[in-house]
């Protein structure tokens, strides 16, 4: 390498031409500028590196034949969400970085120059404060037990991850422990058996199954608690169901999904424990009764028209005005949309310390209180009698009951605009069936539109429990965190900030609230 800069990719895909002069840099402190030459620099901005070279400019007039292009600049800036990594080796410093290259992709690339006449422990003191500027309280090269299913989706896993993850996590110098699940139910059986102090990420490459199949197996441990506080589970799609990647980064595409896992904070999330006979499962993601459970598990035999099959099943049912008669008993915490936009409202600029954002049952650290298995369910099992205070409706109109712990359920399906990752609480969902077909094509339309949460005849509350027991039925669909259970009672109970995730904010998600 000679002591001419390199910037490894097109520049121009991810770091733009900023408009920012060499003497404007002088605005920012000593600290934070290293001064690779008399023709480079690199400065630390409030939300960027940025980039002083006039090599840019030289290059670009080479590749355009000695013409120098128009509006070409010597100054580049890259955010520092983008940053993966920066190192020193021998005579030549090395800024690692996530380059768009479209709207929904990016690849990892670098930016190299040599650094001959700079002390060595100044350089070393820049990079490192460049590391701590670019991942804030994000957890520096993350230790990561990565799950690949290869069988989800379209089968596409295993190349998604080759090509489009493993390049990113490996620039950003994570661990990587990779594994391929074999058969449905594999994931529980890895987890329940891992060694928790090895890892500090568990990463799905799978659609939403693999997560809840996650969830459940750290859920089987004697050490429960603490294994699910500890590790952070996330989604990196490669499935037909994405909603978790929706919820947490913000998009459905793997390379970017791969840099939030990067940059990431820790953040508690609720689970939700289902009795169903004589079984418990943990729930990260909605339970569903009625028109949005036929919509999914009932339009299988339509996986060809991917996430338009929802949409169509969906209106299908709406414009039937098909009714879903049940029994239901609900634990209401909030049972108003004033309130209830109140307290999303509150929590947008809570910045409180990740143990006060889980219950009770899981103490106030790693250390304390957390070493049992799952919580004691207060409201006791669907086979006991009816939690004190619950009263069992009938509800013989029902058309939709949807419980959501997160908001996007899909791409565009924003149907818990209310929801707050770890607030304790299920947004709950009632829709009667029989309303009238206008209503209905508008109630479809409003999801999209963002208007869902205000409409007159959609029943949002926030609850922490609720029981269920569908009736006039032989056989329908039930559908726990997208998957088919037995169509029988079941009952639902929340536990505060019990699971752990990573998301960008570190208390929200990334779906268009109600403030």
């Known amino acids: 390498m000679t002591a001419s800069n390199q910037l490894e990719g097109d520049p121009f895909s991810d770091v733009h031409a900023d408009s920012t002069g060499a003497e404007d840099l002088r605005v920012f402190t000593a600290e934070s500028t290293l001064t690779l030459d008399a023709n480079a620099s690199l400065t630390l901005g409030s939300d960027a590196l940025i980039i002083f070279d006039e090599g840019f400019v030289k290059r670009e007039a080479r590749n355009c034949c000695g013409i120098l292009p128009n509006g070409a600049k010597a100054t ?38 040599s650094i001959q006449k700079i002390e060595p422990q100044k350089a070393a003191a820049w990079v490192s ?37 493993k390049p990113i996590f490996a620039a950003a110098r994570c661990e990587l422990d990779v594994q391929e699940t074999e058969y449905q139910g594999h994931a529980v059986t890895i987890t329940e058996a891992l060694d928790i102090n090895k890892y500090d990420v568990i990463a799905c490459c799978s659609g939403d199954g693999l997560p809840h199949e996650v969830f459940n197996g750290l859920g089987k441990r004697a050490d429960a608690r603490r294994a699910l506080a500890r590790l952070a589970v996330v989604q990196l799609p490669c499935g037909s169901g994405n909603a978790m990647s929706w919820n947490l980064a913000g998009t459905d595409s793997a390379s970017l999904c791969a840099l939030s896992v990067i940059k990431g904070v820790k953040t508690p999330l609720d689970l939700v424990s289902i009795t169903q006979g ?28 991917g996430s338009a099959r929802f949409t169509w099943g969906f209106l299908v049912r709406l414009l039937g005005q098909t009714v879903y008669p049940c029994d239901l008993a609900v634990a209401v915490e ?11 409202c509150a929590e947008l600029g809570n910045r409180a310390p990740i143990s006060t954002k889980r219950g009770p049952f899981t103490g106030q650290g790693d250390n304390k209180g957390i070493g049992d298995g799952l919580p004691t369910l207060k409201y006791g099992t669907v086979n006991d009698k009816l939690p004190e205070g619950w009263s069992m409706v ?28 770890n607030d304790g609480c299920l947004d709950l969902i009632c829709i009667d ?54 169509f029988e009672p079941f009952q ?11 998301s960008k904010s570190g208390n929200l998600y990334e779906a268009p609230g109600v403030a």
């Not at 590391?131 to 896993?157: C, E, H, S, T, W």
């Not at 909030?334 to 307290?343: G, T, V, Y």
Request: proline share 4%; aromatic share 10%; with cysteine.
């Open 278 to 305: 004589g079984r418990r499962t943990l729930s990260f993601l909605s339970q569903s009764v009625g028109v949005v459970a036929e919509c999914d598990l009932g339009t299988e035999n339509l996986r060809w028209m």
């Open 76 to 113: 580049r800036t890259i955010p520092l969400f983008n940053i993966l990594w920066a190192d020193l080796a021998g005579n030549e410093i090395a800024v690692h970085y996530a380059q768009r290259l479209s709207k929904n992709e990016i690849r990892a690339a670098s930016y190299r120059h």
């Open 394 to 421: 009938p509800y013989d109109k029902m058309g939709n009951f949807y419980a959501g712990n997160m908001a996007y359920m899909a791409a565009d399906a924003n149907f818990f605009p209310a929801t707050l990752p």
């Open 334 to 344: 909030l049972d108003d949309k004033a309130s209830i936009r109140e307290r999303y």
């Open 433 to 486: 069936g029989d309303i009238g077909r206008m209503s209905a094509l508008k109630t479809l339309l409003a999801v999209e539109g963002g208007t869902f949460f205000d409409m007159p005849h959609v029943k949002y509350q926030k609850i922490s429990g609720y029981r269920i027991s569908p009736k006039d039925q032989e056989d329908g669909y039930i559908s726990i965190d997208g998957e088919r259970v037995p």
């Open 129 to 165: 404060r460049l590391l701590d500027y670019a991942y804030g309280k994000a957890q520096q090269r993350k230790r990561i037990k990565v799950l690949v299913n290869p069988f989800g989706g379209q089968g596409k896993a295993r190349t998604l991850f080759s090509q489009e993850i």
């Open 492 to 502: 639902a109970e929340v536990h505060r900030g019990l699971g752990t995730v990573l």
